[in-house]
């Protein structure tokens, strides 16, 4: 009797044992040789927050993970935040996003040419504005895990460089002429005439950005974020970055056509509305992916 005691007193501490160590040897997440996907829940949070405080106007945005952002220009919505661990403390960082915006907006108006021929003519004709955008955002950076990766809750910081773009351009179609008899055809679409001078009293946008104003913002980030993992490989994540940046702003021009009432031809004229600007800003005005959702493999 006395054996079987000492031996199921000998098999409970060896399980006993053998289940300690299995939980202290459990890895969450980071460790070397490991990667990682991450999106940005922004959005999310955002939509759930203002279920609750009233807004009318409430819908769920394109998911958010940009690093940088600048009066809501440069850094498109969604991006993509990579990770590769060189060690369990050290890892690469990678945020990577990409825009493309190309959106025709048509209207009908009066056909000047078939009411000329005829007072009751109903016919129409189509004006087009065509916008065109596209933008892209980079930050390469290092990730250094403050806490061990045996544990649930972690954090980290990070920091490295930036650099985001974007270019934006519009450009308009009429389905009426500018001629000598018809000088100021009928538009529908608004805010595209101006007065010139005496000789082209009436103008009209062929394009706005002619030259395509481009934004770009270049900077250092560095960023303190902690990490719940709800499984071994997937966490959930908030951070908040500070960062120094730079960003430049492209000169705006106009391009207009118009009938010059001397040379009695349709001329283009340019005019140039904004020159080149530029700013810097340090602080935590930037916020990245302050809520996210990562994927360990």
Known sequence: MKKIFIIAAAAFTLATTANAQQKTDKIYGPQKGAWSLSVGLNPVSDYLGNLFNGKTDN????????????????TPLTTISGKYMFSDKWGLKA??????????ARTYVKDDLAAMQDPFSNKKVIDEQKTKSSGASFALGAEY????????????????????????SMNYKYGNQITELNQV???GLQGTSQYVSSAIPYARKTSDNADKTMYHNFGVWGAIGIEYFVSRS???????????????????????EGYNVHTQQ?????????????????????IGANISLTFYF
């Open 59 to 74: 819908k769920l945005e394109n998911l958010n993970g940009e690093p940088v952002a600048y009066d809501e220009k440069n």
């Open 95 to 104: 945020n990577i996003g990409m825009s493309f915006r190309n959106e025709t």
């Open 145 to 168: 895990r403050l806490t061990s990766n045996k544990h649930r809750l972690q954090s980290y910081i990070d920091f490295g460089l930036v650099w985001a773009f974007e270019t934006e």
């Open 185 to 187: 055809p009928t538009t």
């Open 234 to 256: 997937i966490s959930l994540g908030a951070e908040m970055n500070l960062s120094a940046l730079y960003t430049y702003k492209g000169d705006h021009s106009t391009k207009y």
């Open 266 to 286: 349709v001329e283009e004229y340019v005019d140039v509305k904004e020159p080149s600007s530029s700013a810097f800003e340090f602080g935590t005005k930037n």
